[in-house]
């Protein structure tokens, strides 16, 4: 039974981090929020101890729900106490789910950020550019 890591982050939007892990391919449908965090799974569908608000699901609840891959367990993302999520990766899958896919995860849950403010605020986005890992993008004020 591999154990899960928790890897602290600074996201703290629930809808921009599911805009985020939509971003990198996972489909809406697989992407499950809780308000009471709920018990991740193992690979053969054993309860962890580790619990998480935003799951997505792993091979323990069988073939046609595993949206992690392979023999996966379940990734998650709990809601801590300073209002940020902490991700929880088993070590079987941080060979997929590392920091490349979190840094990854990071631009695309602050871009999703971003546009969230943008539509608050009444702001256009009027081009949006990405260059070297950096996203530059022109705002105007709608009138």
């Known amino acids: ?3 899960y890591s ?3 982050t600074k996201l703290c939007r629930k809808s921009a981090l599911v805009t985020a892990l939509q ?3 996972f489909a809406a449908h697989a ?3 809780f308000d009471i965090p709920v018990s991740l799974k193992g690979y053969k569908g054993d309860e962890r101890q580790q619990k998480a608000n935003i799951r997505i699901k792993g091979s323990g ?3 046609s729900q595993n949206y992690v891959g392979g023999m996966s367990n379940d990734l998650g993302f ?3 106490s300073d209002g940020t999520y902490a991700l929880h990766v088993s070590e079987y899958d941080e060979s997929k789910y590392n920091t490349a896919w979190v840094q990854n995860l990071e631009q695309e849950y602050a871009r999703a950020v971003v546009h969230e403010v943008c539509e608050d605020q009444g702001l256009i986005i ?3 550019e990405e260059e070297n890992q950096e996203i530059h993008m022109t705002l105007r ?3």
Do not use: A, D, R, T
Request: proline share 0%; hydrophobic share 35%.
């Open 1 to 3: 039974m591999s154990h």
């Open 23 to 25: 971003k990198l391919g």
């Open 126 to 128: 009027e081009e949006e």
């Open 31 to 33: 992407i499950e929020c």
């Open 141 to 143: 004020v709608s009138y």
């Open 6 to 8: 928790k890897v602290g």
């Open 78 to 80: 709990e809601l801590l």
């Open 61 to 63: 609840w069988g073939y």
